[in-house]
């Protein structure tokens, strides 16, 4: 009977606070003794009610004094636990219902802190001009838009990993937000200041190219720095990076939201261009992820985890990139087909063949239209679903071979018109319609839908093998609801975006095709961010994607490498039991 109550005691429900030492150490030892004594009352209890229907008094007592014991006896052992668990939760997963809510700093405490960031930074790089906060509220493009009053309080520029390793330190000792930002062109409220105060981490300034290494492959470079620069300073030696995402982005940024472009099916994505990281965590440390050797078998890939985790792990100073050999020889090729089934289908055999191919968009006739109609582009095109093909290789020979294969297959599904770029200027012309999409698609709809236009746009991604029937079904969806919308798809990759074009009366209905095209995905074993991210816009979709124990599990490693939730707080998942946002 009593191991039985010391079983159950021992098994009772741990308590999964303990989120270090200060504000969580101190919350979790209170709640530990509450639960514990709680608890073992009722045992003891329900113990007592069993003995007594044997109408047995004495048994009655030994048993609740036994009970006792054995609880005392567990209750110690949890306390004393290795580590113990008010300090260090037992649990592998951290549920949103067994942490308080973040303690951040009040009006004071930011007032100290902003004094030693200028300490550290001097006047100049801490700034509180209204034109720069507005600049880092959010972009032209957001999705999902900060409410009024989520604007942050200062923006600070360090120039050196050292700098933002001290910032880091006194938002430690004060628990202030801080939010790193390089480029600010993510979409999906990555950086909405969702705590006040708020502080950015602007690391725009640190933007030097530190070393290049042409015969490994790679470059050392700033957080700070523009991958257009990079690509730039490469240019000459015949070199180049993989990703290609918007114009303004700068590295730090493309590792936050592991972005990728046209060139990924070719090259890769942000997860497959970084060979090692530097990296300031919440607490103000500094690491290298590893060595600049690109095999390894060394643990944890720690590159990895910072990849596509939005700045709420860390803060990424540098990067160390790989750098791809740009073909010798490249060319575009267009490809209309009278159906998008019959476009989708010529990809998937193209890509089941291994026909080597640098990037394949997809326009459908609706964005076709819509280029036609903007006048964007010199050429006048045929309103039909569209392949953009980029092809190359180091051989003309080969290269020749390449466009055959892609004319036989597009053949193979009835194209109804071939054409490739024979010199520079023509690859421009042919290229220049995928470039203006989102241009093109903006005129249309100020013209044709609404002067106040909006577009979302959904960023999912599925196995090759289901695109086809992906696309179809999202578009007899979008044509039952009425609303205008163009797709452009990223298609060797599985990858598409639908832009939902809509009046502002028209939101809700916009952002129920937005969520089924989202949730679409899954059913289709894929994904409800191909590469734009999951920020504040689409915490639900990724818990529905990824199942809450899995959302879990991330909370722990937020949890572990920043326990005072500091780092780009609500981003991803929710880290606040009280968080209202959807
Ligand atoms: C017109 C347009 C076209 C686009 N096309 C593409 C495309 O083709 N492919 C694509 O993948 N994306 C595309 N995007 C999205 C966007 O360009 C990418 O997500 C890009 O990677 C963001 O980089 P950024 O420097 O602007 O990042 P920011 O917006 O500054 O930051 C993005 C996220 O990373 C975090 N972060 C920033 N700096 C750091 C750092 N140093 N350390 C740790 N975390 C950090 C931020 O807190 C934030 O969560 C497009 C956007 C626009 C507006
Ligand atoms: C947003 O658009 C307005 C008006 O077109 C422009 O003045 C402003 O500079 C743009 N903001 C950003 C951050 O690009
Ligand atoms: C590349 O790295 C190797 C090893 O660190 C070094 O010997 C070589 O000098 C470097 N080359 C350049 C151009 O920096
Ligand atoms: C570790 O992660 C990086 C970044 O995503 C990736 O490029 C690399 O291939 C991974 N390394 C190993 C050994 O898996
Ligand atoms: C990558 O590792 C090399 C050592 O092999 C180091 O010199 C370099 O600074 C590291 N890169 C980053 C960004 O930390
Ligand atoms: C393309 O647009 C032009 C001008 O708007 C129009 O005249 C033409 O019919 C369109 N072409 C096709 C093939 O639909
Ligand atoms: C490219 O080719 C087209 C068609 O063959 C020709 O009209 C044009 O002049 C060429 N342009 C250049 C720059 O050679
Ligand atoms: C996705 O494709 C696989 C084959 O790769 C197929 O078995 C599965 O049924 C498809 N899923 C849906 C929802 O059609
Ligand atoms: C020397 C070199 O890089 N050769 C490559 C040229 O491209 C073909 C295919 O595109 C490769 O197979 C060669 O290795």
């Known amino acids: 009977m009593a191991w039985r109550f010391g079983a159950r005691i021992g098994r009772l429900r741990p308590i999964k606070y303990g989120l270090g030492s200060g504000l969580g150490g101190g919350f979790g030892a209170r709640r530990l003794i509450q639960t514990e004594s709680k608890q073992v009352g009722s045992s ?114 360090p120039t050196s990993t050292e700098q933002v390793s001290d910032i880091m ?49 790679d470059i050392t470079v700033g957080a700070g720095t523009s991958w257009l620069d990079i690509n ?44 090692n990281l530097t990296v300031v965590l919440a607490d103000g440390s ?21 990849i596509g985790s939005e700045g709420t792990l860390g803060i990424v100073t540098e990067a160390t990139l790989k750098l791809h050999i740009k073909p010798k020889f490249e060319t575009i090729a267009v490809v209309s087909f009278n159906s998008i089934l019959d476009a989708t289908n010529a990809v998937t055999q193209l890509i089941s063949e291994g026909v080597q191919l640098n990037a394949v968009e997809l326009l459908d006739e609706r964005m076709m239209s819509c280029i036609n109609f903007s006048k964007q582009t010199s050429k006048v095109w045929d309103e039909k679903p569209t392949l953009f093909f980029k092809i190359g290789s180091n051989n003309s020979k080969i290269l020749n071979e390449l466009i055959k294969d892609v004319q036989k297959i597009s053949k193979n599904h009835n194209y109804y018109k071939f054409q490739f770029a024979k010199n520079e200027s023509q690859q421009q012309e042919l290229w220049s319609a995928r470039k203006s999409i989102f ?43 009425g609303l205008y919308t163009t797709i452009v798809g990223h298609v060797g990759d599985g990858n598409f975006h639908c832009l939902v074009m809509y009046d502002e009366k028209d939101v809700d209905k916009a952002m129920s095709l937005v969520n089924r095209i989202t949730e679409r995905s899954i059913k289709f074993e894929g994904t409800v961010s191909g590469e ?48 209202n946002h959807d």
Request: charged residues 20%; aromatic residues 8%; proline residues 6%.
């Open 44 to 157: 003891s209890g329900s113990a007592g009610k069993k003995q007594n229907k044997n109408n047995n008094g004495l048994l009655i007592t030994v048993g609740v004094a036994t009970g006792s014991i054995f609880g005392f006896y567990f209750a110690m052992k949890q306390t004393l636990a290795n580590p113990p668990e008010f300090i260090f939760p037992h649990s592998s997963k951290t549920d949103l219902n067994d942490i308080p809510s973040p303690n951040y700093a009040n009006y004071i405490e930011f007032q100290l802190a902003k004094e030693k960031f200028i300490e550290i930074l001097g006047q100049d790089s801490v700034s509180e001009l209204e034109n720069d906060i507005e600049t880092h509220t959010k972009n032209n493009y957001t999705l999902h838009e900060p409410k009024p009053h989520e604007k942050p309080q200062l923006i600070l520029y």
């Open 169 to 217: 330190k006194i938002a430690h000792d004060y628990q202030t937000p801080i939010i790193p930002f390089c480029g600010g062109t993510s979409i999906e409220g990555q950086y909405i200041s969702s705590r006040q105060p708020c502080v950015i981490i602007d690391l725009s300034k640190i933007n030097q190219i530190k070393h290049f290494n042409k015969s490994d492959l």
């Open 232 to 275: 730039e300073y490469l240019d000459e030696y015949g070199l180049m990076l993989g990703p290609d995402p918007a114009p303004g982005a700068l590295i730090g940024g493309m590792i936050g939201t592991s972005c990728s472009g046209t060139n990924a099916m070719r090259y890769g994505t942000m997860k497959e261009s970084v060979i």
């Open 286 to 306: 500094i690491i290298k992820t590893k060595q600049r050797a690109k095999k390894t078998s060394n643990g944890y890939n720690l590159t990895n985890l910072f």
């Open 439 to 481: 241009w093109s698609s903006i005129d249309y709809g100020r013209s044709q839908i609404s002067p106040n236009v909006k577009i979302w746009s959904t960023d999912v991604a599925v196995p090759i093998s289901n695109l086809s029937s992906m696309i179809e079904e999202t578009i007899k969806d979008t044509k039952e609801t």
């Open 532 to 579: 734009h991210g999951i920020g504040m816009s689409k915490r639900s979709h990724l818990e529905k994607e990824l199942g809450i124990e899995t959302i879990q599990v991330m909370r722990k490693l937020k949890l572990s490498l920043d326990p005072l939730r500091i780092l780009n707080p609500d981003k991803i998942f929710k880290i606040d039991p009280k968080d």
